[in-house]
């Protein structure tokens, strides 16, 4: 007989509450037992979900990588409750680090720092640095606080597989592969942290996110220098996670031409069935385009943040209709579209 599908167990906490209710705090309570027997659970962030074990548990850790399929070269974040938990796990503690965790943790970014000798191996793919991340949502925060230690947390879906921003998306993936799912509803940020090496002057981001070069620049109060602008594959063991070149990828072949409306009637008129993401709603094009019976066209936002947040969760609905491609808008060549662009790049790669 095989392992049963996990629990979900629904997490909230209303805003004029001061304390979780009394059925959140036994999920918590639920999910702190997990850890501590070296399971695996499923956490909300603001980001995505992530698959979390015990940090410091070096087989609970085996077990992210055996349920993701995830290359052992490729390290993972481990998340804290506070700053505090953050220091016990760093080497030293540099000053972009310092200043970035005061001005923006709890939040989506990720810093890239000495690791200490507490850390084990497999969580830094044996590098010498460690990512550090104090995630905003509260319940989260909690859970890490009354577990007593860091959680290794990667996103929790199959490696190189779409991030998921809802419980329903990590047991499609994941299935009986772990143990519990706490679900704290759908993830606003919707896209992965933001990651900067902080081991180098000036700090370095290696992932674009949610949180803005000129954010850090005012956090670090000086220069912070951008990635490369396109993925290329990196040397073992990474620095950070969300390096390889292709990453964050629907089932669904997807493409980012440089003419999209043209790709679509191209696409169409060879009897393939398209789903489009557009910002281009009042365009007399996609309004021609629209009557077609092979394709879907989903509206959406031309605001960098709100595309973001909703883009996984429009791919995860596409992946379930049975279409042969996804095409999506260019984003803009600016940097409010950099993490949008990233992930895209990598999921056509």
């Not at 047991?171 to 704290?184: A, C, F, T, Y």
């Not at 995860?316 to 996804?326: E, F, N, T, V, Y």
Request: net charge negative.
């Amino acid at each position: 007989m095989g392992r049963p599908l996990p629990d979900i167990l629904r997490i909230e906490w209303p805003a004029t509450a001061p304390e979780p209710p009394p059925l959140t705090e036994e999920a918590l309570d639920r999910g702190v037992a997990v850890l501590r027997r070296g399971g695996l659970l499923a956490i909300p962030t603001e980001t995505v979900y992530g698959l979390a074990a015990d940090a410091l548990d070096e087989e609970a850790v085996a077990g992210i990588f055996r349920a993701k399929g995830r290359p052992a070269s490729n390290p993972l974040i481990v998340h804290v409750a506070d700053e505090a938990m953050a220091l016990s796990l760093a080497a030293n503690w540099p000053a972009a680090a310092a200043a970035i965790a005061a001005r923006l943790w709890p939040g989506p970014v990720t810093v890239i720092v000495p690791r200490s000798s507490r850390v084990p191996d497999i969580v830094t793919a044996g590098g010498s640095t460690v990512a550090l991340r104090c995630p905003a949502h509260p319940l989260t925060r909690r859970l890490i606080a009354k577990a007593g230690t860091p959680l290794a947390a990667p996103s929790a879906n199959r490696s190189e597989a779409l991030s998921p921003t809802t419980a329903h998306h990590v047991l499609e993936s994941l299935g009986n592969r772990i143990d519990l799912i706490l679900d704290g509803g759908p993830c606003l940020r919707g896209i992965e942290s933001t990651v900067i090496d902080c081991t180098v002057v000036p700090p370095r981001i290696l992932r674009p996110g949610p949180v803005s070069h000129a954010d850090l620049e005012e956090a670090v109060g000086g220069p912070v220098a951008w990635p490369a602008a396109t993925p290329s594959a990196v040397t073992a063991p990474a620095r950070s996670p969300g390096q390889q070149v292709r990453h964050y990828a629907p089932k669904t072949p997807l493409e980012t031409p440089a003419d999209p409306a043209g790709r679509v009637e191209e696409l169409i008129a060879a009897g393939t069935r398209v789903g489009w993401l557009t910002t281009r709603t009042d365009d007399s094009v996609v309004r021609g385009l629209a009557t077609s019976r092979d394709l879907v066209i989903v509206p959406m936002p031309a605001d960098p943040e709100a595309f973001a947040a909703r883009l996984y969760a429009t791919l995860h609905a596409l992946d379930q209709r049975g279409l042969d491609r996804i095409v999506v808008d260019p984003p803009p060549d600016d940097e409010a579209w950099r993490a949008v662009k990233d992930r895209l790049v990598r999921a056509a790669s």
